[in-house]
């Protein structure tokens, strides 16, 4: 009995441990997605993309894969920023953004994919960094620092982002971008340069994620696969738009998760996750902090 309670505490730590990542790679989904109202599908390549750079980095520089990432969150950026206005151009302005420009974005994830395949290969790829291979031990409680430090980081992502949405004059009109656009023009201020703005900067988050990712465990360039049904899932889970709520969804998916690959084995956990998903949705359609 004391052994199974032991699992249990052990497997809910490393469930929430795991949601705080989550959480890193779906930010830039809720934003794209749940305020711009573009279905970025490609956002797990660009999680990749990061992973690889942090890789290429810490290999032949020895450089913290964090530090990496936040060194070259300005270029991931302007990237972002490219991607918007070749998708405004030729797909939003026209009003073709919904069959066409999810083609779009299927493309970038398949062309970034082989690309990443052309050069690097399929084999798996990891960095190191003194704090990977350390655990904390408390009782029954394991706290592997190659979780912990990706967890305080995506943790104080959240709350910088939260912050600036929240104070800044840009950030009230990116979540005001897709609730009123006349109203947001009235303000003297140019809504497609607030998207730009705005998905740009979900594609920052995505390269700081991929070098949470690249630390927690070693990735190969079709592992983003793996993440494109649950960074949606964990947005609408969570509210369209609503970091708090998303925060909430991604440790609850990551605790269910980490339950049942603990006592079921691990095969079970996405049918578990996504059966609790749907749950979810039956009982609140709009999210657990949507309006």
């Not at 490393?14 to 599908?41: C, E, Q």
């Not at 790829?125 to 003194?130: G, K, N, S, T, Y």
Request: with cysteine; glycine share 10%; aromatic share 12%.
């Amino acid at each position: 009995m004391a052994t199974s309670l032991d699992l249990l505490l052990g497997a809910v730590v490393a469930g929430i441990l795991l949601g705080g990542f989550y959480a890193a790679v779906t930010v830039g989904v809720s934003i794209s997605f749940g305020m711009l109202d573009i279905v970025n599908i490609a956002h797990p390549a660009f999680i990749i993309l990061g992973s690889y750079i942090a890789y290429i980095v810490n290999t032949r520089f020895g450089l913290d894969p964090i530090l990496t990432s936040i060194i070259v969150a300005p270029a991931f950026y302007a990237l972002g920023a490219a991607v918007y206005q070749v998708y405004h151009l030729v797909f939003e302005r026209r009003g073709d953004e919904s069959l066409r420009g999810l083609a779009f974005f299927f493309g970038l994830l398949f062309i970034t994919e082989v690309a990443l395949i052309l050069v690097f290969g399929v084999d798996y790829r990891f960095v190191d960094a003194a704090y990977i291979g350390t655990t904390l031990h408390y009782g029954p409680i394991d706290l592997p620092l190659r979780m912990l430090v990706p967890f305080v980081c995506s943790l104080a992502l959240l709350a910088g982002l939260q912050l600036f949405l929240s104070r800044s004059f840009i950030g009230r009109a990116i979540m005001a971008v897709s609730q009123d656009r006349l109203a947001l023009q009235l303000m003297s201020a140019n809504p497609a340069r607030i998207k730009r703005i705005a998905f740009a900067l979900s594609i920052a988050t995505a390269g700081v994620a991929g070098a949470f990712l690249i630390i927690i465990q070693p990735v190969e360039p079709s592992i983003g696969r793996d993440y494109i049904g649950r960074v949606f899932a964990i947005c609408v889970m969570g509210g369209l738009g609503s970091f708090p709520g998303m925060l909430m969804a991604a440790l609850l998916l990551g605790v269910v998760e980490s339950i049942t690959a603990t006592f079921y084995g691990p095969s079970w956990s996405p049918a578990v996750a996504f059966g609790f998903l749907l749950l979810t949705l039956a009982f609140r359609p709009s999210g657990i902090m949507g309006r």
